[in-house]
């Protein structure tokens, strides 16, 4: 009889405790609702920095780090860090790009056929010069590949093949083929400007047709102490990106024709690398402005002595691209504000939920350091601001964990953790899944170099190990076939404004994606080890101090 009653509390308790769960859960899963209600609605019209629709989202943070007990770690006391912005608008009609060989000109059509968005630094560049093919443009003694042997690019435009050698490692390969990269090594051989030639392969990653969308969109960057734009090279006086169906005529009488370059760009042959014979001018206006927009950064203390002094990072990017121009669509009367609904209201939710379950656990031995910023979409610049102007030393960040576009349309049965294959992070990450019966998987789309692609690279250039943590293509049920899903949100909706509130978000699997995400927290903030590169990793050996 005791026996039974007994049995029958116990089953009431499990009962009670289960009940409590879900409860738990379904909180969770509103209030991830919630947040991303508030931050994708069109009243926000797509959070640009510098508009008052980010503005007001970045008060909602900061309101919210309060409400939920964090203090604030920004600049003077508060939660915002100002990050000082130029933004740089093209002035319609005024971009020009002209081939010449001897007499003859051909002027490509801007957006048809090449495409350059606002220039940083000049409010006007006027360029005329030779020309040389430097293959993909890469120089690394690590890969032993160096495109620049035996060319002479002093006083030249280089042009280029987007993308990189099919036999480099991804993330490595990722890092080599970035923009900034290929404009150094150019800079470094005296080059004065680049043509980007846009390949087939190129458009996996990123397909011709979207460019119109670019069109009356500002650039930014961030000004540094002497009043300039960090990362931009004097020496580049002109750059653009061409369409390979309009790029032919570069080559004319070339060694070899761009036929069959990008033949071998798609077999994975060696390019070469040649002189070219003719001209191109460059031309374009920009107006500038100097703007500010505010990374929001709050922190949880430690609790151990020894350790409160070290932080674990959180970032999600609190920005979007802002609205259309109504002369870049066809149907100007259509939607035109780009929610940014997965991308990235859902990573700033679950960052958001992430600290309020710190709150309510064990207080973590290191601080945890929650930082929402700014200018992610404009090439990761408030993460970038922030990685070089932290508010707390850049030596006592032992961790970044960032979280950007979490696809949380299906029950996810694996996570995908970018960088993980680098430092201690891959293990951590994988402890923290499958202790929710979750796989971690590797990086399945390699060709897109996700890797260099959002905040956390800001903080592996840092020499700071990092991951950036994404669900992945597996299905819990595995009745769900969730190829279709990632595929079709990244053709249909990635970067338009149909990324918003009418997507079927799954929050079972947003709050389920929130407590992996925190345990990640945990244990690296409980851990008396500091997460480390790998023995000899290429990211440690580049960038660690
Ligand atoms: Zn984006």
Redesign the pocket.
């Known amino acids: 009889m005791r026996n039974f009653i007994l049995a029958g509390c116990v089953l009431l308790l499990a009962a009670t405790t289960a009940r409590a769960e879900d409860e738990s859960d379904m909180l969770l899963q509103n209030r991830l609702q919630a947040h991303i209600d508030f931050l994708a609605d069109d009243l926000m019209r797509g959070r640009q920095p510098g508009s008052n629709g980010y503005n007001i989202a970045a008060n909602y943070v900061s309101s919210q780090f309060r409400q939920i007990g964090l203090l604030p770690a920004g600049v003077d006391g508060g939660y915002f860090q100002q990050v000082p912005l130029r933004q740089a608008f093209l002035e319609p009609g005024s971009a020009e790009l002209v081939l010449s060989h001897g007499t003859t000109t051909i002027p490509l059509v801007f957006v048809d056929q090449f495409f350059m968005g606002p220039d940083l630094g000049n409010t006007s560049s006027e360029l005329e010069a030779g020309l040389v093919f430097a293959g993909y443009g890469i120089e690394a003694a690590e890969l032993e590949h160096n495109d620049y042997v035996n060319l002479d690019a002093k006083g030249k435009v280089v042009v280029l093949i987007a993308g990189q050698p099919h036999d480099f490692p991804s993330e490595e390969g990722a890092h080599f083929s970035s923009t900034t990269e290929k404009t150094k090594a150019a800079v470094r051989h005296g080059a004065v400007g680049i043509l980007m030639i846009h390949t087939p392969r190129a458009s996996q990653r990123f397909q011709w047709d979207r460019v119109s969308s670019l069109v009356g969109a500002p650039s930014m960057g961030w000004i540094n102490g002497q009043g300039e734009v960090h990362g931009e090279f004097d020496q580049i006086q002109a750059g653009a990106m061409i369409r390979h169906t309009a790029a032919e005529p570069l080559f004319e009488n070339a060694p070899v024709d761009l036929k069959t370059l990008l033949e071998r760009d798609g077999n994975g042959e060696a390019l070469t690398t040649f002189d070219l014979e003719g001209k191109v001018s460059l031309r374009q206006r920009s107006t500038h402005e100097n703007i500010s927009s505010p990374n929001v950064v709050a922190v949880l203390p430690g609790s151990d002595p020894l350790l409160a002094n070290e932080y674990v990072v959180y970032t999600a990017?609190l920005d979007?691209?802002g609205e259309l121009h109504s002369d870049s669509v066809e149907q100007p009367e259509n939607d035109l504000i780009n929610n940014?609904a997965l991308?990235?209201a859902s990573g700033v939710s679950v960052m958001l939920e992430t600290a309020r379950l710190f709150t309510q656990g064990q207080p973590p031995r290191r601080s945890i350091l929650f930082v929402a910023v700014t200018g992610?979409?404009k090439g990761l610049v408030g993460s970038e601001y922030f990685a070089m102007n932290p508010t707390v030393p850049i030596d006592s960040i032992v961790s970044e964990v960032n979280l950007?576009?979490p696809l949380l349309l299906y029950e996810f049965g694996d996570v995908i953790a970018f960088g993980a294959e680098h430092s201690s992070l891959g293990d951590t990450v994988k402890e923290a899944a499958q202790s929710y019966a979750i796989e971690l998987s590797p990086d399945p789309f390699p060709e897109q170099n996700i890797f260099v692609r959002s905040d956390h690279y800001r903080f592996v250039q840092q020499g700071v190990p990092s991951v950036f943590l994404v669900t992945g293509l597996s299905s819990l049920d595995g009745s769900v076939d969730t190829q279709p899903i990632f595929e079709g949100f990244l053709h249909e909706h990635?970067?338009k404004p149909s990324d918003d509130l009418n997507l079927p978000i799954n929050y079972k699997a947003a709050a389920k994606f929130t407590r992996i995400n925190a345990k990640i927290g945990e244990l690296l903030a409980n851990d008396s080890n500091r997460p480390a590169w790998h023995e000899g990793d290429f990211f440690g050996r580049t960038f660690a101090k």
């Open positions: 990017h979007h691209i940014g991308d990235n992610e979409e950007d576009m990635y970067h």
